[in-house]
C-alpha cells in the first residue's frame, strides 16, 4: 500500500512543486505521502469516467501528453448506456453494453480510482475520498448526474418485487425485460418525471417497444399500455412531437400529461400519480408492468458549490463551456446547465468544442468555436425502425441526413443498435468523434 503512494508521489513531486527544490522538499512530500493527504498535480484533471470525461482524457492526453492528465472515477466499469433501451426489450445483452474503467482510460492516463468529495476552486484542488488532495492548472468536470429513485415513495426497495423495472440502471435493466416476458394481462406502465433527465425519450422508447412485444407474442389484445409524463408535451420539438403522436394514436397508445409517479406499492401492484395541474390530486392505477424512469439531479459534489448555477449544475458558457467565473474549469456532459437535452450524443458534438475552447485558452487566446447545442434522441419505436430526432438549442431540427428524418426508418434502427455503440467505443471515448456536424454539410451538399 505505501510502496503505491510512495511510487505515485515520486512521480508527481517535479510537477506538484515545481522545478529547483531540494533534497529536503522531496524529503517533506514523501512524509506528506505517507499522511496520505496529497494526490498530485496534474495539468489537465478531469473529474468523472463516462461519456465526457473519457472522451476528454483522450484529446486532452493528444494535447498534453498522456502523463500530464489525470481522471478521477470510482467505478470498476463504464458503461454505453444507450444501449439500455435495447437490453430491456431483451434486444442486446447487457454485457455488451460495459467494459472495464481500466480498458476505456487513455494509455499513459492517470486513472485515479476514487470519489471526489470537494471541489476547491479557488485553489484549484480537489479533495477525494480517500482524503487525497489533487491539485490542477485546468480541470475539466464531466461528473454526470444523479439518478433518485429514492424521491418515489417504495423505491428502491420495490425492485425486489417482480414485475418492475428500469432501464436507467445497470441494476435494473435486465428487471424491465424479465416484466416484460413475465406480463400476462393488465395495465403496462411507463412513467417520465417532474426533473431534468438524461435522454428524455428513453421513457417512451421502451413502451413502443414493449407494445411491438405485445404484439410479437400476442399479448397486445390483453394489455393497457399507458404513458404517464410530467411533462405538457409528448416531446420538447414539435417536428417529432407530431410523428409520436401519431404514432401513439395508431398503436393505440394512452398518454397522460402532467401526471408525476410518486409511490409505488409493490405488494398491490399499484403505483400513485399526482396530477400536476391539480394540486393535491392524486390518481392511483393498477399494474402488470411498470417501467419507471426516476428523477435525476446534479452531482452532490456541485450542490452549493461555487462551480454551480443555484440548482447545483456546472455553471458553464453556453458558447465555449468554459466555466462562468473560474476560466481554468470547464464542463461536458449531463452534469452542466447547458440548455439542450443531456445525451451522449450532445456530449460527442461538445467535446470537440471543448477541445478548441481549451487549446484557445491554454494559449491565452480567446475561445472561437460555438456549440449549437446539437444533441440526438433515436426514438426507439419497434424491434426495426427510429425516428432519429437530431435539434439544437433553439429546438429546431438539425438532421445529418438529407431525408424525413421524423419518418420511421429501419435503416436508422440500424444506426442505433449496430453503428452507434461502434462509434461510441472506437470514436466518441478515443477523442476522434466529435459529432455529426462536419458528414451534415456533406450529406446537405454544403447547404445546412
Ligand atoms: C436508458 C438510457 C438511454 C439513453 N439513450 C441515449 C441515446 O439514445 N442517445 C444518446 O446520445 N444518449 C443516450 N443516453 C444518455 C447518455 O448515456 C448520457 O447523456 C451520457 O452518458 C452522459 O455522459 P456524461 O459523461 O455526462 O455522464 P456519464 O457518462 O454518466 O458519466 C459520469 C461519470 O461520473 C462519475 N462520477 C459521478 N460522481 C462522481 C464523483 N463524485 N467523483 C468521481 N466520479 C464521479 C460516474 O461514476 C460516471 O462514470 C441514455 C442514457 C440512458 C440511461
Given at each position: 500500500m505505501f510502496g503505491t503512494y510512495c511510487r505515485h508521489m515520486a512521480v508527481s513531486v517535479p510537477r506538484a512543486w515545481g522545478h529547483g527544490r531540494g533534497v529536503l522538499d522531496v524529503a517533506r512530500l514523501h512524509v506528506r505521502s505517507y499522511s496520505g493527504s496529497s494526490g498530485g498535480h496534474y495539468k489537465v484533471l478531469v473529474l468523472g469516467g463516462g461519456s465526457g470525461g473519457i472522451a476528454m482524457s483522450a484529446r486532452m492526453k493528444r494535447k498534453v501528453g498522456a502523463e500530464n492528465v489525470a481522471v478521477v472515477e470510482p467505478s470498476e466499469s463504464h458503461y454505453y448506456q444507450p444501449i439500455w433501451t435495447l437490453v430491456g426489450a431483451g434486444a442486446k445483452t447487457v454485457r455488451s453494453s460495459g467494459r472495464t474503467t481500466a480498458s476505456v482510460v487513455p494509455s499513459g492516463v492517470k486513472w485515479i480510482k476514487s470519489r471526489v468529495q470537494e471541489i476547491n476552486p479557488d485553489k484549484s484542488t480537489v479533495r477525494t475520498d480517500d482524503g487525497k488532495e489533487i491539485s490542477y492548472q485546468y480541470l475539466i468536470v464531466a461528473l454526470g448526474l444523479q439518478l433518485h429513485y429514492e424521491k418515489i415513495k417504495g423505491l428502491p426497495e420495490a425492485f425486489e418485487h417482480p414485475k418492475i423495472g428500469s432501464n436507467y440502471s445497470v441494476k435494473t435493466v435486465m428487471k424491465t425485460w424479465k416484466a416484460l416476458q413475465d406480463f400476462k394481462e393488465g395495465n403496462a406502465i411507463f412513467s417520465f418525471p417532474n426533473t431534468p433527465v438524461k435522454c428524455a425519450g428513453a421513457g417512451q422508447k421502451i413502451m413502443y417497444l414493449s407494445d411491438a412485444y405485445f404484439r410479437k407474442t400476442g399479448k397486445r389484445p390483453k394489455a393497457n399500455v399507458i404513458y404517464n409524463t410530467s411533462l405538457p408535451v409528448l416531446f420538447g420539438v414539435k417536428k417529432y412531437a407530431d410523428a409520436l403522436w401519431k404514432l401513439v394514436k395508431a398503436r393505440d397508445l394512452n398518454v397522460n400529461l402532467r401526471h408525476n409517479l410518486i409511490e409505488v406499492r409493490p405488494e398491490k401492484q399499484e403505483v400513485v400519480f399526482e396530477?400536476?395541474?391539480?394540486?393535491?390530486?392524486?390518481?392511483?392505477?393498477?399494474?402488470?408492468?411498470?417501467?419507471?424512469?426516476?428523477?435525476?439531479?446534479?452531482?452532490?459534489?456541485?450542490?452549493?458549490?461555487?462551480?454551480?448555477?443555484?440548482?447545483?449544475?456546472?455553471?458553464?458558457?453556453?458558447?465555449?463551456?468554459?466555466?462562468?467565473?473560474?476560466?481554468?474549469?470547464?464542463?461536458?456532459?449531463d452534469c452542466t446547465n447547458l440548455p439542450t437535452a443531456k445525451t451522449a450524443a450532445a456530449v460527442a458534438a461538445q467535446s470537440s468544442v471543448l477541445d478548441r475552447t481549451i487549446s484557445k485558452v491554454m494559449k491565452k487566446e480567446k475561445p472561437d468555436k460555438k456549440y449549437d447545442g446539437y444533441t440526438s434522441c433515436p426514438l426507439v419505436t419497434s424491434y426495426n425502425t427510429v425516428i432519429l430526432a437530431e435539434f439544437d438549442y433553439d429546438g429546431q431540427p438539425l438532421e445529418t441526413f438529407p431525408v424525413d428524418q421524423s419518418k420511421e426508418s429501419r435503416i436508422m434502427y440500424h444506426m442505433k443498435a449496430d453503428v452507434m455503440p461502434h462509434l461510441y467505443w472506437h470514436g466518441l471515448l478515443k477523442g476522434l468523434w466529435g459529432g455529426p456536424g462536419p458528414y451534415r454539410k456533406i450529406m446537405h451538399l454544403g447547404m445546412k
Open positions: 396530477k400536476l395541474d391539480s394540486p393535491g390530486e392524486t390518481v392511483v392505477y393498477e399494474y402488470e408492468m411498470l417501467h419507471v424512469t426516476p428523477p435525476m439531479g446534479p452531482p452532490e459534489v456541485l450542490k452549493g458549490n461555487l462551480l454551480a448555477d443555484p440548482n447545483g449544475w456546472l455553471d458553464v458558457d453556453k458558447d465555449n463551456l468554459q466555466h462562468k467565473t473560474y476560466p481554468n474549469v470547464f464542463g461536458i456532459g
